[in-house]
C-alpha cells in the first residue's frame, strides 16, 4: 500500500486512523526495531518504542504540532530515537539506584535492613508506608522492581504517562517532607539517593 504524506496526515486527522497507522507499521517498524537494536536495545524495546512515538506522531498531527518541516518517515524516527534516548537515561538511573542500595548487602538480608537504625525504628518500608498505599506502590514499581513508566501506566489505569508522572512526583515530595521532618531518618538514609 502507498501513500503520499498528505494522505497519511489527512487520515491521521481522521477518526479512523487505520490505514496511515498500517502504513507507518509497514514502511518504519524494522528501521525503528533495527536503530533501537543498535544501541543495546532487544526487539520489544524496539516495538514498544514505535507504538509510542506512532501515539505522539498521530498527538503532533491532531493538535497542528507536526509543521511538514520534514517528512513524515522521518519525524516518526526522530521521535522514536528521542523516546530510546530518555528511556536509556531513565533505565542507567535506575541501574544506577539499585547498585547503590543493594552494595553491602549480606545475601539474605532485607535490603530495607541496612537503613535502619541500631534501634530498628525505621525501614524504608515504614517510610513508604507512610505515603500511602498508591505512592508505595509507585515508588516501589518504579525504584526497586524496575518497572517502567508504561508498566506502571497500565497497572493503574492513569490518563496518561504524565499524569502518573506527576502523581509520582507528588509521592516524592511526601518522601521529602518525611525526611525533613526527621533528621534522623534523613541521615540513615542519605546515601541511598532514593530521592533524586
Known amino acids: 500500500m502507498n501513500m503520499t ?75 522514536a530515537k528521542n523516546l530510546w534516548l530518555h528511556e536509556m537515561r531513565t533505565r542507567g538511573r535506575r541501574v544506577k539506584r539499585e547498585k547503590m542500595f543493594m552494595q553491602d548487602v549480606p545475601t539474605g538480608q532485607e535490603p530495607e535492613s541496612r537503613v535502619a537504625n541500631p534501634a530498628g525504628r525505621y525501614s524504608i518500608t515504614q517510610l513508604l508506608q507512610s505515603t500511602g498505599e498508591v505512592c508505595m506502590k509507585i515508588l516501589t514499581g518504579f525504584y526497586y522492581q524496575d518497572k517502567s513508566m508504561r508498566e506502571l501506566l497500565e497497572e493503574f489505569n492513569y490518563e496518561n504517562e504524565q499524569v502518573l508522572r506527576n502523581r509520582k512526583s507528588k509521592c516524592m515530595k511526601k518522601i521529602k517532607d518525611l525526611l525533613s521532618a526527621d533528621k534522623n531518618l534523613l541521615e540513615n538514609l542519605k546515601n541511598l539517593s532514593m530521592y533524586e
Open 5 to 79: 504524506q498528505e494522505e497519511i496526515l489527512q487520515n491521521l486527522k481522521s477518526a479512523d486512523i487505520n490505514s496511515s497507522v498500517t502504513f507507518l507499521y509497514s514502511n518504519y517498524f524494522e528501521q525503528v526495531v533495527r536503530s533501537i537494536a543498535s544501541t543495546g536495545g532487544n526487539r520489544q524495546d524496539g516495538a514498544d518504542i514505535f507504538q509510542e512515538a506512532v501515539i505522539v506522531l498521530i498527538d503532533k498531527v491532531k493538535t497542528g504540532a507536526f509543521k511538514q518541516q520534514s517528512g513524515v518517515g522521518t519525524f516518526l524516527l526522530a521521535i
